[in-house]
Structures are given as structure tokens and as C-alpha cells.
């Protein structure tokens, strides 16, 4: 029987990844980016969205859009350079009973959670290349990082994607960053430091 994943996608934080990738096409242009990004040091600032108890280091050049997820409350994205991130949070008394409903729920949460959300992907995604699950901690929290590259239906490119997910004791979050495959090389750094530099807000 075909799960609905869309509706469990959406429940367990990860959304509609297939509209989140085929969206890499559709965006539209977000204000006037800076202009002194083409080469140099990448300064790095602290996202600014007041209602969420999370932030992240992103470059400077990237800009807080609307336009990448519906559901998403973080999206920045600087469209000329096509850099993209997205993040959100789901409690996790609302993830263990979707979880133990999709038969994930006999190991470690955090594991059980990506799992999960790397069946989704793959349902979404033609991967091509993909790196195993890192175990790694962010700002003292258990957290799973996952890199791989694809290519979804209407985008004649492949993508490189680089997640991670974090588990905090209320909640799970989720942070997807992505760019065209054939600029990976140069992304991938930029990549691993704003997913790296996931932390809670001081209360």
C-alpha cells in the first residue's frame, strides 16, 4: 500500500521535499542581493527571525525569502549565486506517536527520525550520490548530518543537498541547504559551516 507521504512528510518536519527541490527552479527573484560576493572572504552574520528559538551563521549576501517552502518560518536563499537553506522544528511529543505509527519507533529517536525522512527523500529524489549518516554535535545536542546529490523531476541539473537534523529535549529540527551539482564544490563549505553553526537561543 503507497504511504501518504505527503500528509507523514509533513507531520514529522520534512515537508514536501519534491516541491522544496523542483521550487529551485520556479523561485523568483528576492530584492537586489549584495554585490560583493563573486570573490573574497565570506562574512558570516546570525539569522534574525525573532519568533523561532533557533539561528544559524549564514553569509551575509543571503536573503530572508517567503518563496522557497509555504511551511518553512527560516528560508534564506541568494538566487544569482542559487544557494538555498531552509529550517523548521517539530515537538517531539507530536514526532513519537508518527513515528511509532510508521513502525519507526525501536531505536534511538534521532536515528529512527532520519530514517525515516531519508525514505521520503529517496521517494522524492533519484539519488545518485550520497555519503553516510554523520553522527556529530551541535552546540551540545545530538545531531545526524546527511550530504547526498540528485536530481527531481522538471529541473534538468542534478543538486547537491546537505542536511541536518538536531535533537534538542523538546523538540526535533530540520535544516536542508542546496545548490546546483555543478556548483557543489564551491557551496559545500559554506554548507557545513551554517548547518554547524545550529544552536538554541539563550533564553
Known amino acids: ?9 509533513l507531520i514529522l518536519g520534512l515537508g514536501l521535499l519534491t516541491f522544496t527541490c523542483m521550487s529551485l527552479s520556479l523561485i523568483p527573484a528576492s530584492g537586489n542581493p549584495k554585490q560583493h560576493i ?3 572572504k565570506i562574512n558570516y552574520v546570525e539569522s534574525d527571525i525573532d519568533s523561532l528559538d533557533f539561528a544559524m551563521k549564514i553569509p551575509d549576501y543571503m536573503q530572508a525569502t517567503n518563496s522557497l517552502d509555504d511551511g518553512r518560518p527560516f528560508q534564506y536563499m541568494h538566487e544569482v549565486k542559487e544557494q ?11 514526532v513519537i506517536p508518527a ?10 529517536l534521532l536515528d529512527e527520525y532520519v530514517a525515516y525522512n ?3 527523500i529517496a521517494e522524492g529524489v533519484k539519488i545518485s550520490k550520497q555519503k553516510p549518516v554523520k553522527k556529530l554535535t551541535v552546540s551540545g545536542m545530538q545531531a545526524r548530518m546527511l550530504q547526498f ?14 542536511a541536518i537534523f538536531v535533537e534538542s529535549p523538546d523538540n526535533l529540527y530540520f535544516v536542508l541547504a542546496w545548490t546546483l551539482q555543478s556548483k557543489k564544490a564551491e557551496f559545500t563549505p559554506i554548507a557545513e559551516t551554517m ?3 545550529f544552536h538554541l537561543k539563550k533564553k
Not at 84 to 94: Q, T
Not at 149 to 162: A, L, P
Open 99 to 108: 513515528l511509532e505509527i510508521l513502525g519507526h519507533n525501536e531505536g534511538n
Open 38 to 40: 563573486a570573490t573574497g
Open 149 to 162: 546529490d540528485g536530481r527531481v523531476e522538471g529541473i534538468d541539473q542534478g543538486i547537491s543537498y546537505f
Open 195 to 197: 548547518l554547524k553553526s
Open 84 to 94: 538555498y537553506i531552509i529550517a523548521s522544528s517539530e515537538l517531539i511529543s507530536d
Open 1 to 9: 500500500m503507497k504511504r501518504n507521504t505527503t500528509k507523514t512528510a
Open 118 to 120: 531519508r525514505e521520503v
